[in-house]
């Protein structure tokens, strides 16, 4: 049966009727700062107790709202946490690759770092600094032809980055260059860029330049790293874009955890306390604590493996 549309009304009546949940327990303020899918869908699994022949969730006999609002409470805990983690990652990728980049251009011989005109030839598939070409990725240990969506990404980029001077822009440091000089320099520009952006002008890098961000995100200053873990970095770079992706949308990470198969859940973990290190080294580094799973105790077998996901992210982060 296809889900409809409910109002405040009729979601109370389904979660008294359909996963019997005690009314009196019930906060209505809670249905009007959050809708049914951020408070409800993401923890069912964590508070039922099985499903029936129709796929159908079945609940213990008594539910307590506390449960959904508690399961809510360390999912936001941990997603506050992951914005911290995630913003100081985002900023050391900026401010490295403001540096890389603009000590190119400035070694080509622009002092102000405002001349693009090496963008359009590098999309024209030109040698431009020691840069990949535009149809080039480094992988498996080689220089390998880039597929259309990397070549597309890279276009797209580029073109953000050249027209940036001339272009609608909500970003004020861009906006106060594009007034007061007519041009937006490459160390200004690389603010209003996105961290999936970003990632699109690392994958440019040669695999040197590429290894001095795993140095300095790993805190292991002159390490040369071998090419598949600076291919491993690339990689969680990625995930950790995923992740920023639902952290600041404001949407509950507990889905992805869930969804994240147990045999791959070890470099998850893996991930997030290379995150919480990295973040622990910097000078905006501020202790943060977590709550705890109180009803972990009355976990029952078929919730076991999502329980034991969430107790494994919160120790990662701990």
Known sequence: MKKQYQNVGAQIINLEKNKNVDKATINLRCFEEKTYLDLITPYSDLIAIGRDSHNKHIYPSVVSFDEYLEYNGIDAS???????LIGCFEKMVKNFLMHKYCSKMKAAGDKQVKDFSWTAKYCRKGKV??????????LG??????DPITIDRRRKVLKTISTMATSLSKNHMVQHYQTKYGY????VAIHSLTLGQLLTLFSMLSQTDKNELVCIFNGTSGKRYPDSSIEKFEKDAIRIQVIRNIVNHYEPI?????????KTFNSLTDLLEKLKENYKRSVSYFPYSFATIKTL???NSYSLEFHIKIERVLKSLA
Do not use: H, W
């Open 78 to 84: 941990i997603c506050n946490y992951l914005q911290m």
């Open 129 to 138: 600094f020691d840069l990949l070409k535009i149809n080039e990725v480094f």
């Open 141 to 146: 240990g080689a220089i390998q032809p880039a």
């Open 184 to 187: 937006v320099p490459m160390f």
């Open 254 to 262: 507990f889905p992805f955890i869930q969804n994240t198969e147990m």
């Open 297 to 299: 105790s009355s976990r």
